[in-house]
């Protein structure tokens, strides 16, 4: 399937996958859950849970509701720590074929610094993914992704220990205008862009008269947001230079072309995991299969051509 | 190992006085046989499901055997009134067997504590001991038996069922529950419970009081089945030396501190080491 093959230009030389279909942070798990219903080696690459230093314990229950074409969800950020994925997870993913992007998170500068500096040593880490939807402690909570200085903050943080790993900034799309954080995290260093993380929203029950989540409000993923991701991407691959990857409810071929339409160079499949975990694993044929009907010669004949 | 499986609708059953009371009992065939453990489940999504509903749904395995696969169910929300309107011949995806059954100690006196559609599971554990001779059922409900699928179980176990109609009826029901466990932990048997939470925590709490050893099944909402979203989890009850409280062996994600998946880790824990009040 050598037309699925996408090589990503990086500072760094070229990333190179074997088809642009990853699974995305916080659905596919530690990746080792998913091997009884699929080989790894199929995907191009896996994004990691997101890791903090320590472990979390994550957010009061109920954390998830399932809403029209989507869910939200207020987990909190609960993972086994750094050390433990390090220790129990990391050595059981397969070395080649799939990249493993480690997904990092932190509330202040230092704890991203010492992050990237040990999974950019970790065997068999192939990127980072840093996620800047998250409180920005130092600075009174506001999440570091919805203000230009903070987001190019971390992402110079991140840059400066990272080592010989690309570095993916993944964007929320909870701001006035995504392309003024995408242009502050690329002129930060960032070497690929993910768009997008959840968007942020509500539910209620009027028999209870009861938030749906225990922390009220929390994200929403799943095909719901596809048009909202679809913008973001279009938006901010116009904007900038490095290249996007395309994340927000894609559950099919057609889906992953739509992005690689609008200027994505691979995507991350989320929340479809949890509608069937099989799914994910037969999309890279389905891809190619599609492209065949649609005489597309390769990934990056297709990226970027919308009329 | 859990799998995914293709099957189709064989019989969708109401059960009790026709449909409109909600309950019903799905036979599924060609979905393969597996190993399982009664107390484990599947997740299910019939393919006819569009984006709308993201979510497959988590059914205890009632069933699993050459004829296929059989799950109870009562409907309760969106996804399992869409189920209610399956028709034979219908595609339908399940995964699994998942999570962690019930302790299975042949030789004990068991004593199997059902609440409502909790006795889902316990279809699957009684006839894998039909006949011995320690085995009990005692049972509580709200909607007519005939909902249930008590009466198939009853005849392979001393059995015992308490409707919920009337004040005083629970308090007769709890009473009753508190005779048979405080007898079985006297004989050291194991107790086995399934039901909505308040039934849980009385179970738990009549457990602690009698020293008996119990094991419960939850049902929390899950997303993905797997372990992985995380939006399942109950916390694991930790002493003050960072162990867990279980007079009862636990499976290592239990000493750990952190919450833990039901679907995964669960749906079967000991009434002791985990967090039923929050």
Request: glycine fraction near 12%; charged fraction near 20%; aromatic fraction near 8%.
């Amino acid at each position: 399937m050598g037309k699925l093959a996408v090589n990503i230009p990086w500072s760094g030389g070229e990333f190179r996958l074997n088809n642009p279909v990853l699974a995305a942070s916080g659905t596919f798990g530690y990746g080792v859950e998913f091997a009884s219903y699929g080989p790894l080696e199929a995907l191009g690459g896996l994004v990691t849970k997101g890791l903090s230093l320590r472990p979390m314990p994550g957010n009061p229950m109920p954390r998830i509701a399932e809403t029209p074409c989507g869910m939200l969800n207020s987990i909190g950020l609960q993972n086994c720590g750094l050390e433990r994925f390090m220790r129990e997870y990391l050595p059981r993913l397969p070395r080649n074929g799939p990249k493993i992007i480690a997904n990092i998170y932190a509330r202040n500068l230092a704890d991203f610094s010492e992050l990237a500096a040990t999974l950019s040593r970790a065997p068999g880490v192939a990127a980072l993914e840093v996620n800047i939807s998250c409180p920005n402690v130092e600075a009174g909570g506001l999440l570091f992704g919805q203000e230009a200085r903070a987001a190019a903050g971390v992402t110079a943080a991140v840059k400066k220990f990272s080592g010989d790993l690309p570095v993916l900034v993944k964007l929320t799309p909870n701001v006035t205008d995504i392309t003024e954080i995408a242009r502050a995290c690329a002129d930060a260093g960032a070497d690929m862009l993910s768009c997008i993380n959840t968007l942020s929203g509500m539910g209620v029950d009027v028999r209870s008269r009861r938030f749906l989540l225990a922390r009220r409000i929390g994200g929403l993923s799943g095909a719901a947001v596809k048009p909202v991701a679809l913008r973001c991407v279009w938006q901010v691959a116009q904007a900038v230079s490095i290249p996007v990857i395309g994340v927000g409810g894609i559950y099919t071929a057609e889906d992953i072309l739509e992005f690689i339409l609008v200027g994505a160079w691979a995507v991350q499949i989320g929340t479809a995991n949890f509608s069937r975990p099989d799914r994910i694993f037969a999309l890279p044929a389905e891809l190619s299969a599609l492209m065949d009907e649609l005489d597309i010669a390769s990934c990056a004949a297709f990226r970027g051509t919308l009329a | 190992m859990p799998q995914m499986h293709l099957c189709s609708v064989r019989a969708l059953v109401p059960l009790g006085e026709g449909e409109k009371r909600g309950f019903f009992s799905l036979l599924l065939e060609g979905c393969g046989l597996p190993d399982w453990t009664p107390g484990q489940f599947v997740m299910l999504r019939p393919e006819s499901w569009s984006r709308e509903l993201p979510w497959a749904r988590p059914f205890s395995i009632g069933r699993w055997d050459g004829n296929g696969l059989e799950i109870f169910f009562q409907v309760v929300g969106r996804g399992t009134s869409l189920l209610a309107g399956l028709r034979p011949g219908e595609s339908v995806r399940i995964f699994g067997p998942l999570g962690q059954g019930f302790a299975r100690e042949e030789n004990k006196p068991v004593l199997l504590l059902a609440g409502g559609m909790g006795i889902a599971p316990f279809a699957g554990y009684i006839p894998r001991r039909a006949g011995a001779p320690n085995l009990r059922l005692c049972f509580g409900h709200r909607a007519p038996l005939a909902c249930y699928p008590y009466a198939a179980l009853a005849g392979n176990c001393l059995s015992e069922h308490f409707p919920d109609e009337r004040p005083g009826d629970l308090p007769s029901f709890l009473r009753r529950m508190e005779e048979l466990l405080a007898g079985n932990a006297r004989e050291e048997g194991l107790v086995l419970a399934c039901g909505p939470v308040p039934f849980l925590r009385a179970v738990r709490d009549l457990s602690l009081k009698h020293g008996a050893r119990t094991q419960i099944s939850l049902e929390n909402r899950m997303a993905c089945g797997l372990g992985v979203c995380l939006g399942c989890v109950v916390k694991p009850l930790m002493d003050d030396k960072g162990r867990n409280r279980s007079r009862q062996p636990v499976p290592p994600a239990l000493e750990q501190g952190l919450p833990v998946p039901v679907c995964s880790c669960g749906p079967v824990f000991w009434a002791d080491a985990v967090e039923l009040d929050a």
